[in-house]
Every structure is written in C-alpha cells, then in structure tokens.
C-alpha cells in the first residue's frame, strides 16, 4: 500500500544508515584519539625514565670521576717510599700555612729533620736497607703529630719536614725533642740488620708577614739544622731570629 510510511522507507533507512555510520564513524576517531594520547603518554614516560637514568649514571659517572682525580691528586701529592707528603705538596702547604698566619696573626713553626750519617747506612748496608730506615723513621716522626693540621712532609734525601701551624718556638722545640727521643728510642730493625738510628733537628717559628715568606722560613730552619749537626748531632737547635 502506498502511504507516507513506504512512500519515505527508502530515505528513512538512508538516514539511519547515515546516523549508525557517524556514531560508528564518531567512535572509532574517539578510540583512536584515547589510544593516540595512551601511546605518548607511555611515551612520555619511557623518555622520563631513560632521562633519569641517564642523569643517575652521569651522577654515577661523575663521582667516579672526581674521586678518580682525588686518588691521581694524592698519588702525585705522595711521596712513594715513605707515604709521607712529598716536597711539591710541602711548598704548596707552608704557603698556605703562612697565609693564614699573616691573616691572624698566629705563628707558624717548621723543623727540618735530617737522619745522622745516612750516607754510611747506605754504602755500607745497601740503598735497600737505607730504604726500609727511611720508611722506619718517617713513621716515628709521624706518631709525634698530634693535630690535623700538623703536616709531615719528605723534603728530599734524608731529610723531613714538619710544619706545625699556631706553634710558637718552645712548643716546636718541644716537638722536636720529642721526635729525637723517638726516633733513637730503639734499632731500626730490617731484614738484614738492625742499625742505632739518630736524627738532627732544625727549628724557627715566628709569625709571618707575607706568603711569600715560605723561602725565608725554610732557609732560617736550614740553618738551625746545620748548627745542630755541626754541634754533634743527634740534637735540636733553633733559630731566633729579632
């Protein structure tokens, strides 16, 4: 029969089919949009992950690193004999020492330690056996220090160094007797013989005036020493200076 119904069929179900195609149409952009903003941010994430990883091993990387250069630091600051401080390191000390002494006004003592008749140990004994006297005696002299900022340092041969920051002459010479008593308390044992082992000792303290002064320091303590091995040795002399 011909009535509105099945005279607009056609074009009803052509509009539902339209309709049913925009939902479908519409849902499938709606899917693909959640799974697009699913996939970066699962994207986003993994490069937050790689990024802190990244930062954790450069981290990682730079302690290494800069422990690495403090171990380099201290093997080139090292004497390899003795593992006392070596010369180099010393001369950088002292300077520092004598800056801050200028700064407060607080006196700075070195003591120029020199091992009595090292040569005959080593002609007579060998430069082995010298060596293992060496190591004996900068371990003596060590256990006299008794702050972190007392420092003793190979100056080169036989001879030591010891600085002894806020330090006024009677106390260093106090040190110095009793790195003496130490040293000469017993032999120094080494596998081939054991040898009386005395030292000679050089002190000047005084408070300086300038950083610069780190040449003169050394050289009034140099000259202490050389008195106290043209007295006899096995000694310690000061060096006064007005």
Known sequence: PSNLFTDSAAQLGS??????????????ISNEKALRF???????????QANEELEQRVAARTLELEEAN???????????????KNRRYLNQYVEEELTRGAR???YVALLLIDIDHFKKVNDTHGHLVGDEC???????????????????????GEEFCMVLPETNLEGAITV????????????VSTPDVELEISVSVGVFS??????????????????????????????????EVN
């Open 206 to 239: 005084d408070i300086p005036t300038s950083p610069t002064q780190s040449v003169a320091f050394l050289t009034h303590a140099d000259e202490a020493l050389y008195s106290a091995k043209h007295n006899g040795r096995n000694r310690v002399e000061a060096k």
């Open 176 to 187: 110095a007797e009793r790195v003496c008593k130490k040293v000469n308390a017993k032999p």
């Open 38 to 48: 699913a996939a970066q941010q699962e994207a986003l994430h993994i490069q937050q």
């Open 134 to 156: 060496l190591k004996e005696v900068a371990k003596r002299i060590s256990e006299q220090v008794r702050w972190l900022t007392d420092l003793v340092a190979r100056y080169g």
């Open 104 to 106: 407060y006004n607080h």
């Open 15 to 28: 509009l539902i089919e339209v309709l049913l195609l925009s939902f479908a149409l519409t849902e499938r």
């Open 70 to 84: 403090k171990q380099l630091q201290t093997l080139s600051d090292t004497d390899q004999l003795t593992n006392l």
